[in-house]
């Protein structure tokens, strides 16, 4: 996940990896030119193989791990506050303390959301080390609430880890397990409506989405003023038993079944005619299959890393790599712009500045919810194109108008001028409602609820 001090963290499972692995890393893309300033190495005390990650929406954007391998790993709740600048490393590092702070059930292969109140909504799992079934959610902070029962998770037990978990604009909480899906009460999480099952192969309509048959999930944007239906975007997954990847939207990760690994990027473009909205772009010659992910960086480039398909075939992949989307080989002036508001309230008009006047075609903004990404689930992923004005360099953007559209927490921030992105920033959106700032007790770090640039 990237910081929203524009810093990408890594978490892997410790003392596995490479030698001496202490399982967090940050990398600072602005100093890769000296391994030892680029690469922070940071530690973790219980095992995170296979948690969970989201970025906060306090002032801090501090970054929470939940869950984990086994043992009390399987409880642990993880706080990373970012700090330091470019080129610059910061003292801090994840802290943990099972004894004081940790899930009310212990899970391995959890999904976790920001809730449009702001509580961060923990759900699904195993008991760890591919152990019994955690059919429940519950929420932080706690709230005095034991975890809730959800018999839908039990009944699809193993097939539905790392459920896709997103807020509707409509209000209420789309949930994807193997092939199901439903909405959720987001007070009560009761049941508001079940949905049709998800299609799978053609020979075999109960492939699943979810891990371990290894799909993924995304929002479509939402474009001002946000009055069309939303879409959610499943792609790949595979059947149960010979484990052949769908033949509707092709891929499955490949723990163990890594022939003929995929090694073109495609572009999915959803305002296309059904049947012509994947492009295929270029290739890798890194093999990128299980425990591999990719995130957007400010500077409109996608990083990928790993790869763990433990087939006896492919190796553990260490090395990072950048894909250079197209509108970045087009040869046009990528824009700039200054920003002094990153605190917006909804349905908030704020002002901003380009460098020059367009010259390469209309002027637009778009919003990137924060992501944690594992397992193909990126989780707080949300794509916005809020309504943007401009009169020469002097431009007006209207923030989301609520936290169904726009749960709250820090979203990249980009212009684009024809289509060509500038360097973005981080902004957040809706505050803190939850007040997670002074959340929680004991040795942590708490950001407090004032916003540093109000001081």
């Known amino acids: 996940m990237q910081s929203i001090t524009g810093k990408v963290t890594f978490l892997e499972k410790s003392g596995t990896g490479p030698p001496n692995s202490t399982g967090a890393y940050e990398l600072d893309l602005d100093a890769l030119d000296n391994w030892s300033l680029a690469w922070k190495q940071m530690s973790v005390r219980t095992d995170i193989f296979c948690s969970a990650s989201v ?17 009390e790993s399987t409880e642990g709740v993880r706080l990373y506050t970012p700090d330091g600048s470019p080129r610059v490393q910061g003292p801090n590092d994840w802290q943990e303390d099972v004894d004081i702070l940790k899930l009310q059930d212990g899970r391995w292969y959890p999904s976790v959301m920001t809730m449009a109140n702001g509580s961060i909504l923990v759900v699904g799992g195993e008991e760890g080390s591919n152990g019994a079934a955690v059919p429940s959610l519950e929420v932080l902070p706690f709230t ?84 069309e239906n939303l879409g959610v975007l499943m792609c790949g997954g595979s059947t149960e038993g010979v484990s052949n990847a769908l033949d509707n939207c092709h891929g499955v990760a490949g723990f163990g079944l890594a022939t003929d690994p995929n090694l073109n990027a495609l572009l999915y473009d959803p305002r296309k005619p059904a049947g012509k909205r994947i492009t295929v772009m270029a290739n890798t010659t890194i093999p990128r299959l299980y425990h591999s992910e990719a995130i957007t960086l400010l500077d409109g480039r996608v990083l990928i890393s790993g790869s763990d398909p433990q087939d006896g075939v492919h190796d553990q992949e260490y090395r990072v790599e950048v894909f250079n989307p197209p509108y970045l080989h087009k040869n046009l002036p990528r824009p700039t712009f200054t920003l002094a508001n990153i ?17 390469n075609g209309r002027i637009e903004v778009s919003l990137l919810g924060s992501v944690a990404s594992t397992h193909g689930n990126s989780m707080g992923a949300r794509t916005l ?15 989301p108008p609520d936290a169904h559209v726009c749960p709250p927490g820090w979203y990249q921030f980009f212009v684009l001028d024809g289509g060509i992105p500038a360097v973005g920033v981080y902004v957040r959106i809706g505050g803190d409602p939850a007040r997670l700032g002074e959340w929680p007790e004991g040795p942590f770090t708490r950001p407090g609820m004032e916003f540093p640039g109000n001081n």
């Open 144 to 227: 005095g609430t034991p975890p809730l029962y959800m018999d839908w998770l039990e009944r699809t037990d193993p097939n539905n880890l790392y459920p896709y978990l997103f807020v509707l604009p409509s209000g209420g909480i789309f949930v994807s397990y193997w092939n199901e899906a439903r909405i959720l009460d987001e007070k009560t999480f009761e049941t508001i409506r079940i949905l049709p099952n998800i299609p799978g192969a053609i020979n075999d309509p109960y492939g699943g989405r979810t891990y371990p048959l290894e799909g993924t999930a995304v929002l479509l944007p939402q474009r001002a003023p946000y009055t």
């Open 343 to 359: 605190d917006w309230a909804y349905d908030e008009t704020i002002s901003f500045t380009l460098g020059s006047a367009a010259t």
């Open 385 to 399: 194109f809020p309504e943007v004005q401009c009169s020469g360099r002097s431009c007006t953007v209207v923030s």
């Open 55 to 71: 970025i906060l929406p306090d002032v801090a954007g501090r970054q929470l791990n939940v869950g984990g391998w086994s043992g």
